[in-house]
């Protein structure tokens, strides 16, 4: 398998732009999350999925942060629009259900928001 | 609420040296119980975990860690680190949580030659 795909890996964008985040799960599983990590506020819960319907989404910084789970296989994060204090490595992971919940971590993608 | 404690922020251990990362949890019922390492620029690979049964579980890279019910604690160790060793080390603990898993605040490991 694969593993969890992100694509970019890196983002450099301007303050007001809108910054698209994508993620493709292990296939099979159920659950997907997405995490932001800080130096700041170490790793932090933003939203997650399950069978690609949003459960929780308290952790979304506001309303500036969107998140879609249109299939199985495929989530976006979207900022928009971007603010410095946005930049982070946001990451992607999925789970399955019934094997203890154990989530399986994409490589990040690092956002840098000038 | 349930919650993960990871006490120690920052710890340097010489190389060759034996390694023990604390972990304490908060938890209503037995949890699940995991390990995860992050090397620098990457994102974070399972170590090991605990779900039931044999309390001290064995994970990769010469890892293990000991559940202790009585002490809420699940300490990570290593009987000799090596340089490769050095990353950021996170518990976790879920399981009737709708899938979620609650991290510590990790712990940064430096390897000195």
């Known amino acids: 398998d694969a593993g969890v795909i992100q694509s970019p890996r890196h983002e450099v964008t301007e303050m007001g732009q809108e910054v698209t985040l994508r993620c493709k799960p292990i296939?099979?599983?159920?659950?997907l999350f997405w995490y932001r990590q800080t130096m700041m506020r170490g790793l932090e819960l933003l939203i997650y999925f399950n069978n690609n319907v949003p459960i929780d989404d308290s952790g979304m910084p506001e309303d500036r942060f969107s998140a879609k789970m249109p299939n199985a296989s495929f989530s976006t994060l979207k900022i928009q629009p971007s603010e410095p204090r946005d930049s982070a490595v946001y990451f992607c992971?999925?789970?399955?259900?019934?094997?203890?919940?154990?989530?399986?971590f994409g490589p990040g993608t690092r956002l840098t928001v000038t | 609420a349930q919650s993960v404690t990871q006490p120690d922020i920052h710890i340097t251990v010489s190389e060759g040296a034996s390694l023990e990362l604390r972990c304490n949890y908060s938890y209503g019922a037995t949890p699940y119980l995991f390990w995860y390492v992050q090397s620098p620029g990457q994102g974070l690979q399972l170590l090991l975990k605990?779900?039931?049964?044999?309390?001290l579980v064995q994970g990769i890279k010469g890892f293990e860690a000991e559940f202790k019910r009585s002490q809420s604690s699940f300490n990570l160790r290593k009987p000799s680190v090596h340089w490769s060793d050095a990353a950021e080390y996170f518990c976790?603990?879920?399981?009737?949580?709708?899938?979620?898993?609650?991290f510590g605040q990790g712990t940064e490991l430096s390897v000195k030659p």
């Open positions: 976790a603990v879920g399981r009737n949580q709708g899938g979620k898993l609650i």
């Open positions: 605990y779900f039931s049964g044999d309390t």
């Open positions: 296939s099979g599983h159920d659950y």
């Open positions: 992971a999925s789970s399955l259900s019934g094997r203890g919940y154990e989530q399986y």
